[in-house]
Protein backbone atom coordinates (compact mmCIF):
# COMPACT_ATOMS: atom_id res chain seq x y z
CA UNK A 1 0.00 0.00 0.00
CA UNK A 2 1.46 3.32 -0.92
CA UNK A 3 1.47 6.33 1.39
CA UNK A 4 -1.01 8.33 -0.10
CA UNK A 5 -3.11 5.02 -0.09
CA UNK A 6 -2.66 4.45 3.33
CA UNK A 7 -3.43 8.25 4.27
CA UNK A 8 -6.84 8.02 2.55
CA UNK A 9 -7.34 4.11 4.19
CA UNK A 10 -6.76 5.56 7.43
CA UNK A 11 -8.92 8.85 6.82
CA UNK A 12 -12.22 7.00 5.99
CA UNK A 13 -11.57 3.67 8.17
CA UNK A 14 -13.63 4.37 10.73
CA UNK A 15 -16.52 4.85 8.17
CA UNK A 16 -15.88 1.46 6.62
CA UNK A 17 -18.21 -1.76 8.10
CA UNK A 18 -16.19 -4.62 5.79
CA UNK A 19 -17.87 -7.61 8.04
CA UNK A 20 -16.86 -10.17 5.21
CA UNK A 21 -14.85 -12.26 7.86
CA UNK A 22 -18.18 -13.46 9.20
CA UNK A 23 -18.11 -15.82 6.50
CA UNK A 24 -14.65 -17.03 5.17
CA UNK A 25 -12.71 -16.37 8.34
CA UNK A 26 -14.48 -19.90 9.45
CA UNK A 27 -13.43 -23.46 10.10
CA UNK A 28 -13.08 -26.36 7.48
CA UNK A 29 -15.87 -27.85 8.41
CA UNK A 30 -18.37 -24.53 8.71
CA UNK A 31 -16.90 -22.90 5.27
CA UNK A 32 -18.17 -26.60 4.25
CA UNK A 33 -21.61 -26.32 5.33
CA UNK A 34 -21.97 -22.99 3.98
CA UNK A 35 -20.89 -24.80 0.65
CA UNK A 36 -23.25 -27.07 0.48
CA UNK A 37 -26.40 -24.34 2.08
CA UNK A 38 -25.63 -21.48 0.35
CA UNK A 39 -25.67 -21.03 -3.66
CA UNK A 40 -24.48 -18.36 -5.57
CA UNK A 41 -27.18 -16.65 -7.66
CA UNK A 42 -26.95 -13.48 -10.47
CA UNK A 43 -28.89 -10.78 -9.54
CA UNK A 44 -30.04 -7.36 -11.33
CA UNK A 45 -29.49 -4.04 -10.30
CA UNK A 46 -32.10 -2.41 -8.95
CA UNK A 47 -33.30 -5.41 -7.80
CA UNK A 48 -34.69 -5.44 -4.07
CA UNK A 49 -33.58 -8.33 -1.74
CA UNK A 50 -35.74 -7.48 1.38
CA UNK A 51 -37.57 -4.37 2.14
CA UNK A 52 -38.29 -2.24 4.74
CA UNK A 53 -41.25 -3.42 7.43
CA UNK A 54 -40.94 -7.09 6.15
CA UNK A 55 -39.95 -9.75 8.77
CA UNK A 56 -36.51 -11.95 7.42
CA UNK A 57 -36.48 -15.28 6.54
CA UNK A 58 -32.38 -14.84 5.71
CA UNK A 59 -29.63 -12.78 5.19
CA UNK A 60 -27.93 -11.93 1.85
CA UNK A 61 -24.14 -12.84 1.11
CA UNK A 62 -22.90 -10.18 -1.51
CA UNK A 63 -20.55 -12.09 -3.01
CA UNK A 64 -19.44 -10.05 -5.55
CA UNK A 65 -21.15 -6.99 -6.63
CA UNK A 66 -22.52 -3.42 -4.75
CA UNK A 67 -25.37 -2.69 -2.48
CA UNK A 68 -26.96 -0.13 -0.94
CA UNK A 69 -29.18 -0.11 2.31
CA UNK A 70 -32.03 2.72 2.72
CA UNK A 71 -35.11 3.87 3.99
CA UNK A 72 -37.63 5.63 2.47
CA UNK A 73 -40.47 7.96 4.29
CA UNK A 74 -44.15 7.49 3.42
CA UNK A 75 -43.34 10.85 1.09
CA UNK A 76 -41.38 8.37 -1.09
CA UNK A 77 -38.16 10.44 -0.03
CA UNK A 78 -35.03 7.54 0.59
CA UNK A 79 -32.18 7.88 2.51
CA UNK A 80 -29.47 5.82 1.79
CA UNK A 81 -27.59 4.67 5.00
CA UNK A 82 -24.84 2.46 3.46
CA UNK A 83 -23.11 1.00 0.25
CA UNK A 84 -21.85 -2.92 0.59
CA UNK A 85 -19.28 -4.06 -1.45
CA UNK A 86 -17.83 -7.38 -2.34
CA UNK A 87 -17.80 -10.68 0.91
CA UNK A 88 -19.99 -7.99 2.84
CA UNK A 89 -22.98 -9.80 4.79
CA UNK A 90 -26.76 -7.65 5.20
CA UNK A 91 -29.63 -8.60 6.56
CA UNK A 92 -28.62 -10.92 9.36
CA UNK A 93 -29.13 -8.13 12.28
CA UNK A 94 -33.28 -8.88 12.02
CA UNK A 95 -32.61 -12.45 12.50
CA UNK A 96 -31.25 -12.37 16.15
CA UNK A 97 -33.54 -9.69 17.51
CA UNK A 98 -36.15 -11.26 15.29
CA UNK A 99 -37.76 -7.53 14.16
CA UNK A 100 -38.71 -6.32 11.15
CA UNK A 101 -36.24 -4.55 8.50
CA UNK A 102 -35.65 -0.91 9.56
CA UNK A 103 -34.24 -0.53 5.65
CA UNK A 104 -34.53 -1.88 2.15
CA UNK A 105 -31.56 -3.91 0.45
CA UNK A 106 -31.24 -3.29 -3.38
CA UNK A 107 -28.30 -4.20 -5.54
CA UNK A 108 -26.78 -0.86 -7.16
CA UNK A 109 -25.50 -3.19 -10.02
CA UNK A 110 -25.71 -6.63 -11.19
CA UNK A 111 -23.90 -9.02 -8.48
CA UNK A 112 -23.71 -12.56 -7.37
CA UNK A 113 -25.47 -12.63 -4.32
CA UNK A 114 -26.02 -16.01 -1.82
CA UNK A 115 -29.26 -16.69 0.28
CA UNK A 116 -28.59 -17.23 4.03
CA UNK A 117 -32.23 -18.93 5.40
CA UNK A 118 -32.88 -18.16 8.86
CA UNK A 119 -32.27 -21.81 9.39
CA UNK A 120 -28.59 -22.13 8.30
CA UNK A 121 -27.60 -18.89 10.32
CA UNK A 122 -28.99 -19.85 13.20
CA UNK A 123 -27.18 -23.16 12.77
CA UNK A 124 -24.21 -21.45 12.76
CA UNK A 125 -24.54 -19.05 15.46
CA UNK A 126 -25.62 -22.13 18.06
CA UNK A 127 -22.73 -24.64 16.60
CA UNK A 128 -19.98 -22.72 15.76
CA UNK A 129 -18.03 -20.65 18.17
CA UNK A 130 -15.73 -19.19 15.63
CA UNK A 131 -18.96 -17.88 14.15
CA UNK A 132 -20.42 -16.52 17.10
CA UNK A 133 -17.29 -14.67 17.86
CA UNK A 134 -17.28 -13.18 14.60
CA UNK A 135 -21.06 -12.06 15.09
CA UNK A 136 -20.70 -10.29 18.47
CA UNK A 137 -17.18 -8.45 16.74
CA UNK A 138 -19.22 -7.79 13.48
CA UNK A 139 -22.22 -6.13 15.57
CA UNK A 140 -19.75 -4.00 17.80
CA UNK A 141 -18.17 -2.73 14.74
CA UNK A 142 -21.52 -1.71 13.00
CA UNK A 143 -22.52 -0.13 16.11
CA UNK A 144 -19.58 2.00 15.96
CA UNK A 145 -19.48 2.84 12.23
CA UNK A 146 -23.61 3.86 12.14
CA UNK A 147 -22.53 6.80 15.29
CA UNK A 148 -19.21 7.58 13.03
CA UNK A 149 -21.71 7.83 10.05
CA UNK A 150 -24.51 9.77 11.92
CA UNK A 151 -22.05 12.33 13.68
CA UNK A 152 -20.23 12.76 10.37
CA UNK A 153 -22.91 13.50 8.06
CA UNK A 154 -25.19 15.42 10.48
CA UNK A 155 -22.41 18.17 11.41
CA UNK A 156 -20.74 18.31 8.13
CA UNK A 157 -22.14 20.42 5.34
CA UNK A 158 -22.81 19.04 2.10
CA UNK A 159 -19.41 19.52 0.29
CA UNK A 160 -17.34 17.98 2.91
CA UNK A 161 -19.87 14.96 3.35
CA UNK A 162 -19.79 14.75 -0.58
CA UNK A 163 -15.90 14.57 -0.06
CA UNK A 164 -16.12 12.01 2.67
CA UNK A 165 -18.68 9.76 0.33
CA UNK A 166 -16.63 9.90 -2.73
CA UNK A 167 -13.25 8.69 -1.53
CA UNK A 168 -15.69 5.93 1.20
CA UNK A 169 -17.18 4.80 -2.19
CA UNK A 170 -13.48 4.82 -4.34
CA UNK A 171 -12.00 2.68 -1.75
CA UNK A 172 -15.21 0.64 -1.80
CA UNK A 173 -14.93 0.02 -5.52
CA UNK A 174 -11.16 -0.26 -5.43
CA UNK A 175 -11.33 -3.48 -3.29
CA UNK A 176 -13.66 -5.20 -5.38
CA UNK A 177 -11.76 -5.28 -8.21
CA UNK A 178 -12.46 -1.36 -10.22
CA UNK A 179 -10.07 0.95 -10.93
CA UNK A 180 -8.91 3.14 -8.66
CA UNK A 181 -10.78 6.45 -8.77
CA UNK A 182 -13.58 4.99 -10.83
CA UNK A 183 -17.33 4.55 -9.16
CA UNK A 184 -20.23 3.33 -10.98
CA UNK A 185 -23.04 5.11 -9.32
CA UNK A 186 -25.95 7.41 -10.36
CA UNK A 187 -25.80 11.15 -8.88
CA UNK A 188 -29.04 10.31 -8.01
CA UNK A 189 -27.69 7.54 -5.75
CA UNK A 190 -25.00 9.85 -4.69
CA UNK A 191 -27.48 12.23 -3.88
CA UNK A 192 -29.40 9.26 -1.59
CA UNK A 193 -26.20 8.40 0.15
CA UNK A 194 -24.96 11.86 0.91
CA UNK A 195 -28.36 12.89 2.44
CA UNK A 196 -29.08 16.04 0.11
CA UNK A 197 -30.93 17.37 -2.92
CA UNK A 198 -30.14 16.05 -6.23
CA UNK A 199 -29.49 19.75 -7.26
CA UNK A 200 -27.58 20.30 -4.33
CA UNK A 201 -25.22 17.26 -4.79
CA UNK A 202 -24.82 17.91 -8.63
CA UNK A 203 -23.92 21.68 -7.64
CA UNK A 204 -21.34 20.51 -4.96
CA UNK A 205 -20.14 17.92 -7.81
CA UNK A 206 -19.66 20.79 -10.27
CA UNK A 207 -17.36 22.69 -7.90
CA UNK A 208 -15.24 19.91 -7.61
CA UNK A 209 -15.53 19.56 -11.27
CA UNK A 210 -13.92 22.83 -11.40
CA UNK A 211 -11.28 22.12 -9.27
CA UNK A 212 -10.35 19.09 -11.59
CA UNK A 213 -10.88 16.72 -8.92
CA UNK A 214 -14.28 15.14 -10.46
CA UNK A 215 -15.27 13.84 -13.66
CA UNK A 216 -18.83 12.54 -14.92
CA UNK A 217 -18.92 10.09 -17.62
CA UNK A 218 -22.71 8.91 -17.93
CA UNK A 219 -22.87 6.55 -14.17
CA UNK A 220 -19.20 6.54 -14.09
CA UNK A 221 -17.68 9.48 -11.92
CA UNK A 222 -14.27 9.36 -12.16
CA UNK A 223 -11.95 10.78 -9.40
CA UNK A 224 -8.21 11.64 -10.84
CA UNK A 225 -7.15 13.16 -7.99
CA UNK A 226 -8.29 10.87 -4.39
CA UNK A 227 -5.38 13.10 -2.73
CA UNK A 228 -6.55 16.60 -3.19
CA UNK A 229 -10.15 15.05 -2.32
CA UNK A 230 -8.37 14.07 1.05
CA UNK A 231 -7.06 17.51 1.42
CA UNK A 232 -10.52 19.01 1.17
CA UNK A 233 -11.79 16.58 3.43
CA UNK A 234 -9.14 17.35 5.89
CA UNK A 235 -8.74 21.03 5.38
CA UNK A 236 -11.28 22.33 8.21
CA UNK A 237 -10.32 19.42 10.83
Known sequence: MTEPHAR???AIQPYLLQNE???????A???DFLQKTVKPEHRKRGEILFRQGAFPKGAFWLISGKAKIFQETAAGLRQTLYVYSDGDLAGYRQIITEEVYAVSFALLEDSVVGFISNETFRHLLHNSPVFARHVVAALAREFTIWMNRMTAFAQFPVRRRLVLALLILSEQYRRSGALPGVLTITRTELAEYVGTSLET???ALNGL?????????GRKILLPDLEGLLGLLKEVE
Open 21 to 27: FLLTDLP
Open 8 to 10: IVR
Open 29 to 31: ADL
Open 209 to 217: KSAGLVRVS
Open 201 to 203: VVR
